[in-house]
């Protein structure tokens, strides 16, 4: 069974920094693709950075040169490193994975659970 769970978020003060987990568990053949999301009360999920099988990353607007996606093959985890946080960046922030669980399966997209970030001071 795969599963990935988020971790690091909390309350931090505006200007102040974060570092997210997103790591994968279980039976994992292969971690593809692994995005970072995030919902804000009354709003839709949008995308904030990837990255790809081979280290490639790219962001949402809003947080270019503020954020930085990054991944740790050997511990399937990926890491999301949020700096100058604003009010703006408040919401609840999922992360999902393109898996193979074992060599005989397809792939398949699976989603955390999400982990709340609240910038306030």
């Known amino acids: 069974q795969v599963q990935l769970v988020e971790s690091g978020g909390g309350l931090v003060q505006p200007g102040g920094s974060l570092r997210l987990s997103c790591a994968a568990s279980g039976s994992i053949f292969s971690l593809g693709a692994v995005g970072w999301h995030r919902q804000a009360p009354g709003k839709q999920r949008d995308v904030v950075a990837t990255?790809?099988?081979?280290?490639?990353?790219n962001y949402a607007d809003s947080v270019k040169g503020r954020f930085t996606i990054s991944r740790d093959n050997s511990k399937n985890t990926v890491y999301l490193q949020m700096n100058a946080l604003k009010p703006e960046d408040t919401a609840v922030y999922y992360c999902?994975?393109?898996?193979?669980?074992?060599?005989?399966?397809?792939?398949?997209?699976?989603w955390g659970q999400g982990t709340q970030v609240t910038v306030s001071s």
């Open positions: 999902d994975a393109i898996i193979q669980p074992t060599v005989w399966e397809l792939i398949r997209n699976y």
């Open positions: 990255i790809t099988s081979d280290g490639t990353t």
